[in-house]
């Protein structure tokens, strides 16, 4: 009997370092665009499957202009989300926006 090899296949990761606002470094993660999109379009009132609709395409778009960066700030990636979200909803991008100055 021949035993079946198990390929674990992870998601590639984009391995850019992230400067923060208060100056350390870390690696941009996919997940934390869509998740602080998600809360946002929510939070505007969307249903669940709206927002997952348009938090694919922001994130998506967001990981495609990382890639092309040599280096980026939180704050970089903030504008650029706050202007893809304006594209699909412009409550979900000003609740986007103003949380930052609440949390």
Same mark, same amino acid.
């Given at each position: 009997?021949?035993? =079946?090899? #198990?390929?674990?296949?992870?998601? @590639? ?6 400067? @923060? ?8 993660? +996919?997940? =934390?665009?869509?998740?602080?999109? /998600? /809360? ?7 249903? +669940? @499957?709206?927002? $997952?609709? #348009? ?22 990636? /903030? ?7 304006? @594209? ?5 991008? /000003?609740?986007? $926006?103003?949380?930052?100055? #609440?949390?």
């Amino acid at each position: 009997m021949k035993k =079946k090899k #198990i390929i674990k296949r992870s998601k @590639k990761r984009t391995m850019l370092q992230i400067v @923060k606002r208060a100056g350390h470094a870390e690696f941009y993660d +996919e997940r =934390k665009v869509y998740g602080s999109c /998600f /809360f946002a379009c929510r939070n505007a009132h969307l249903s +669940e @499957k709206e927002a $997952e609709e #348009i938090c694919k395409k922001v994130s998506a778009a967001a990981t495609k202009w990382i890639k092309t960066k040599k280096s980026v700030s939180s704050n970089d990636i /903030f504008r650029m989300l706050i202007n893809e979200l304006k @594209k699909h909803n412009e409550d979900a991008a /000003f609740l986007y $926006e103003t949380h930052r100055d #609440i949390s």
